[in-house]
């Protein structure tokens, strides 16, 4: 995961272009800053159900891009991450993509 920062940033980046993102953004653009940002992650939790890639422990994780993600609307955490950055920065707010690590059932995990 932590080798996967640079290009999952690289797709939110080329993201916030698109039609989609921009019409989103237009939505919240009026809201003060802490707003802004509140109301885009829940409507991405409104609208893009949460789903583990299906052999990420044997297999390793799968990216789809920000675009892939919306048109299925689901995905997991390394799938949303970049498109709610992208959403973030087409609402003229700062966003960047960090990776973090946890511990479940005693296996190390990589976000």
């Known amino acids: 995961m932590l080798g996967a920062i640079p290009y999952l940033a690289r797709r939110a980046a080329r993201t916030v272009a698109l039609p989609m993102t921009q019409a989103i953004a237009a939505h919240v653009e009026r809201l003060p800053p802490r707003e802004r940002a509140r109301v885009l992650l829940e409507w991405l939790h409104e609208r893009v159900r949460f789903e583990p890639d299906p052999n990420e422990w044997t297999e390793g994780d799968?990216?789809?891009?920000p675009r892939s993600t919306w048109q299925a609307r689901r995905g997991d955490c390394d799938d949303t991450a970049p498109l709610l950055?992208?959403?973030?920065r087409a609402a003229?707010?700062?966003?960047r993509l960090v990776a973090m690590s946890s511990e479940q059932d005693g296996?190390?995990?990589r976000h």
């Open 85 to 88: 950055a992208a959403m973030l």
């Open 62 to 65: 799968l990216y789809q891009s």
């Open 107 to 109: 296996r190390q995990t």
């Open 92 to 95: 003229g707010l700062r966003s």
